[in-house]
């Protein structure tokens, strides 16, 4: 069982949907990073919350819009997608986000099909 | 650049023979380094990292890695390998002054009974 949760395992949605993903953790953890990873490559970074504040956005389109509403919880509200924004999204969190020498925990992940 | 990579994109090895996973990195300064391994349909999971002290690290399940600075490499390794092993291994750097982790494009290891 991994520490972080994230709901849902599954999402299929079409492109005019407006869906969330939710993301958990309770290990104390004050960074908390949303990955997207398509098959057998690696987790791309899309954004960064570091003490509930947006700290980095690698220039992920707006149909992507992250929410931290505490230091447990973290969102991705999804709106107006494309087909090639199917994939695995990640959440990950750390003890803080300029702590790099501490690893990231993550959670097993949404898969998200988009029709 | 900040950089990692992993020149293999598929290990297989026979089931209790040796394993190496090989990663090499390039950044400016100090690294800190760590690999993570991701079974199908789960998230990545922490085996070891580096960061300062001893060259050779000991992490979950077994597995161990050595850093060596000179040729700013990072490989995993497994004494003996289970089928249970197989799965897609990624490296992973970050250091003191930057702002994330890189992640290498992962290996996928199979491990034959």
């Known amino acids: 069982d991994t520490e972080v949760t994230q709901t849902p395992k599954h999402l299929v949605m079409g492109m005019t949907n407006k869906k969330s993903l939710k993301c958990e953790q309770h290990m104390g953890h004050r960074a908390m990073y949303w990955y997207k990873q398509k098959a057998k490559k690696p987790p791309e970074l899309m954004f960064v919350y570091s003490y509930e504040k947006l700290s980095i956005n690698e220039s992920v389109p707006s149909r992507f819009s992250p929410e931290c509403p505490n230091s447990s919880l973290l969102n991705l509200h999804l709106h107006a997608l494309q087909p090639e924004d199917s994939a695995l999204y990640l959440c990950a969190s750390s003890l803080s986000a300029g702590s790099l020498n501490q690893p990231q925990h993550f959670g097993d992940g949404t898969r998200l099909s988009i029709l | 650049a900040q950089s990692v990579a992993q020149p293999e994109d598929q290990v297989n090895v026979a089931e209790g023979n040796p394993l190496t996973v090989k990663c090499t990195y390039s950044?400016?300064?100090?690294?800190?380094l760590f690999w993570y391994v991701q079974y199908p349909n789960r998230g990545l999971q922490f085996l070891l990292k580096y960061i300062t002290g001893d060259n050779l690290v000991k992490g979950s399940y077994g597995f161990e890695a050595e850093f060596n600075k000179s040729q700013t490499s990072f490989h995993l390794k497994k004494p003996s390998a289970l089928v249970s092993d197989s799965a897609l291994y990624f490296c992973a750097v970050s250091f003191l002054t930057g702002n994330q982790f890189y992640f290498g494009t992962g290996t996928s290891l199979t491990v034959i009974p």
């Open positions: 950044v400016s300064g100090n690294p800190y």
